[in-house]
T-cell receptor, first 117, second 112 residues
């Protein structure tokens, strides 16, 4: 049973380009969370998605960032017109959603390290 | 003040020592995670707990809900335990789904 998969593991972009980060959840998981870890800072929540729905995007920057989790295929975190300050490690995590469980454990992917030149 | 505070921020010890990392939080939670992150590496979940104590090998995690405090202990520490240990509390989004709020992490170095 493969774990959470993210690709690419490393991504280099020049300022102004677009970055697309992909996350394939664990088999059977339909909920995805994206977190960002800026250099020398702690992890921060960005967005929580279910299939075809954004449930909570309170941690997403207001501009240039978007996320989706289509019915088929991986979840995508998209950053348009990247700037140097976007350089960070981006982690996704996936979980079940059992409504009768207060907390469904999240399983993390290996992360994508984005470097903006 | 951060919602999740860890101490110490950095910890260096000799192989074999007993290690304690502390985590205090100021929000209501449904669960608390201890995570491990190696340099340049991914994040591994060590424990998820909502009460009491859990043990896995040389690792022990405890939580006191009333005091809003958790500790991670490592017995007989080894250089391979060197990593960043992160405390994260689960903040409810909707029933069955929570976002994690993370501490800043504790960088642990175990010298041989």
């Amino acid at each position: 049973n493969a774990g959470v998969m993210q690709n690419p593991r490393h991504l280099v972009r020049r300022r102004g380009q677009e970055a697309r980060l992909r996350c394939s959840p664990m088999k059977g998981h339909s909920h995805v969370y994206w977190y960002r870890q800026l250099p020398e800072e702690g992890l921060k929540f960005m967005v929580y998605l279910q299939k075809e729905n954004i449930i909570d995007e309170s941690g997403m920057p207001k501009e240039r960032f978007s996320a989706e989790f289509p019915k088929e295929g991986p979840s995508i975190l998209r950053i348009q017109q990247v700037v140097r300050g976007d350089s960070a490690a981006y982690f996704c995590a996936s979980s079940h959603r059992d409504r009768f469980v207060i907390h469904n454990e999240q399983f993390f992917g290996p992360g994508t390290r984005l470097t903006v030149l | 003040k951060n919602e999740v505070e860890q101490s110490p921020q950095n910890l260096t010890a000799q192989e074999g020592e007993f290690i304690t990392i502390n985590c205090s939080y100021s929000v209501g939670i449904s669960a608390l995670h201890w995570l491990q992150q190696h340099p340049g590496g991914g994040i591994v979940s060590l424990f998820m707990l909502s009460s009491g104590k859990k043990k896995h090998g040389r690792l022990i995690a405890t939580i006191n809900i009333q005091e809003k405090h958790s500790s991670l202990h490592i017995t007989a520490s080894h250089p391979r335990d060197s990593a960043v240990y992160i405390c994260a509390v689960a903040s409810r989004i909707i029933q069955g789904a929570q976002k994690l709020v993370f501490g800043q992490g504790t960088r642990l170095t175990i010298n041989p």
